[in-house]
């Protein structure tokens, strides 16, 4: 019972963390890139939460139901049975999810009402690639009751977001790129803090 409470205190812990960090971000940003500038990267910033809620309540709930289970009864090849089961379904909606974000990203800009957010939609679709790997990682350390690679990797995947979007957003702003170019970089800093939390895993 105890190791429950520190897991829950532990995951606890990072949500409010990486909480802080995703907001205190904004500003800096805001100023950086104006408001219209702040504002094109918020339109497509849902589709990144969608992709957050896969890949850290969503699905690694499940998989790391799946190994616990196993693990329970003592069944090591069980539970590395259901993780590469779960990594090749993870794996197949991700692709799906992908393509069908990266295909569709005119349409889904111009439902938005700016054709001109079709690049950051495409390049945002990588992020659903990247989701399958970390959910089985989180899910499968979870399985396991060690709660502390999934807090690292949250709180490690706002701080390099946060750090890549200002950083590359300042250096698109020094060049003199327009809003929609820093709103690009924005979303490469997004990509780079999924990337940092795959490398903590």
């Known amino acids: 019972m105890g190791n429950v409470w520190k897991g829950a205190a532990i995951l606890t812990a990072a949500a409010l963390a990486a909480k802080l960090l995703s907001a205190l ?11 219209i500038g702040f504002y094109i990267y918020q339109q497509v910033y849902p589709i990144y939460g969608i992709v957050v809620a896969l890949s850290l309540t969503g699905y690694p709930v ?4 799946l190994v616990a289970e196993r693990l329970a009864g003592q069944d090591e090849a069980g539970a590395a049975a259901s993780v590469r089961v779960a990594l090749l379904v993870l794996s197949v909606l991700g692709v799906i999810l992908f393509a069908s974000l990266y295909l569709g990203a005119g349409v889904m800009a111009s439902a938005m009402g700016d054709g001109r957010l079709t690049p950051l939609v495409r390049l945002l679709s990588f992020s659903f690639l990247l989701f399958p790997p970390i959910a089985l990682l989180r899910g499968y350390f979870q399985g396991r009751h060690d709660m502390t690679p999934t807090a690292a990797s949250q709180v490690g ?9 200002l950083g590359l957003s300042y250096g ?3 060049r003199g790129a327009d809003v929609y170019a820093c709103g690009m970089a924005a979303v490469a800093g997004t990509l780079v803090g999924m990337t940092a939390a795959l490398f903590i895993l």
């Open 25 to 35: 971000y904004r500003v800096p940003y805001q100023n950086m890139v104006g408001d």
């Open 62 to 65: 499940a998989v790391s139901k």
């Open 157 to 165: 995947e706002q701080f390099v977001r946060v750090t890549a979007i």
């Open 172 to 174: 698109a702003v020094q």
